[in-house]
């Protein structure tokens, strides 16, 4: 079993920060790729920003210069750092991960529960 766990969001004013954290635990050969997304009120879940096993980091363009993905590999955790956070940015962050469960499996992929991020004066 593979568990992912998000911390970090809450309640920010327009224009601050929020660092979340997403780790991953449980059994398993090895992660590759890890990913962030969110998804807002009535909105589909959208791609915010996902990095390699080697560390480079893509984004969406409309995210790029306010978002930063980050890796820990050796403690298995994904981070997003999330600056000049604006109302739009309001939504449950959802963190996965490619994970080869045993050696010669292939990918899976699997799901955080998601953690809330409200961006509001």
């Known amino acids: 079993q593979v568990q992912l766990v998000e911390s970090g969001g809450g309640l920010v004013q327009p224009g601050g920060s929020l660092r979340l954290s997403c780790a991953a635990s449980?059994?398993?050969?090895?992660?590759?790729?890890m990913g962030w997304y969110r998804q807002a009120p009535g909105k589909q879940r959208e791609l915010v920003a996902s990095?390699?096993?080697?560390?480079?980091?893509g984004y969406v363009d409309s995210l790029k210069g306010r978002f930063t993905i980050s890796r820990d590999l050796a403690k298995n955790i994904v981070y997003l750092q999330m600056d000049s956070l604006k109302p739009d940015d309001t939504a449950v962050y959802y963190c996965n991960a490619q994970v080869k469960v045993q050696i010669l499996d292939p990918l899976r992929t699997y799901w955080g529960q998601g953690t809330q991020v409200t961006v509001s004066s």
């Open positions: 449980g059994s398993f050969f090895r992660i590759d790729g």
């Open positions: 990095i390699t096993r080697g560390g480079i980091g």
